[in-house]
């Protein structure tokens, strides 16, 4: 398995607060079948993390990983919690794509709301050739009311990523009902963990095995195999989108 969204790198955001924790976390990843993790530290105003920074870091953190013998290879990324302007920076490479070269940008939402400019952004961002993946859909609460407006975005090119944290009901039964529609609806394309320490875990065998009971293997592996294109630059495969009906959305959060 790969994890393209993951707080592993030590002391750079509020994920993992030293390196023995960071190796605790690859240890853990290992024992899921987790073999390939994209490390995104938060830039977000509150965190800053310079691109030739983070890659520096994976270095050093992939070195000890194979000194430790723990089978885990971390890749460089960022979770860009999304501003206007943030094209150029991704131009000049002050901001980093997944894997650096993938062409995939992860971008983080307000939890309460939708920016006015995010449709010019995303526009933007796929005509000067980069994919967007708005991370954790499930956990905004304008797009639990107003689920069109996340298929506009998908339908429009966009791509999204849920946490394995929210398909294995960890983030309660709602946010679970929310991520299960939005597979069904084919309006996510990605499960990842979003695993921020040993408490904040991966969550990613579990909710994989979730997928296969309510979505089948074909599923499973679809997503499975997205993450791998992904990590190499390849084009994911991604079902036209269908819309969520609203009354069954209001049923999933009151319950």
Known sequence: MIDIHCHILPETDDGAASLTESLAMAETAANQGIRQIIATPH???????????????????????????IPVDVLPGQEIMMYEGMVQDLIDGTLLPLNKTSGYVLLALPDDHI????????????????KPII??????????DQPDTL??????????QVA???VAGKAGRGTRRFAYQLIEANLTHFIASNAHNKKKGFYMDLAYDRVKKTHGNVMVYQLMENSEALAVGKAIYAEAP???????????FKG
């Open 135 to 144: 991370a954790q859909p499930e956990l905004n609460t304008e797009l639990l």
């Open 43 to 69: 830039e977000n105003g509150q965190f800053t993390n310079e691109a030739e920074a983070i890659q520096t870091a994976v270095q050093d953190l992939n070195e000890r990983l194979k000194q430790e013998n």
């Open 164 to 166: 394995a944290a929210s």
């Open 115 to 130: 920016p006015s400019y995010t449709t010019d952004l995303l526009f933007d961002l796929q005509i000067a050739g980069y």
């Open 242 to 252: 269908k819309r969520i009906k609203t009354n069954r959305l209001w049923d999933a």
């Open 151 to 160: 298929y506009r975005m998908v339908k429009n090119g966009a791509l999204t």
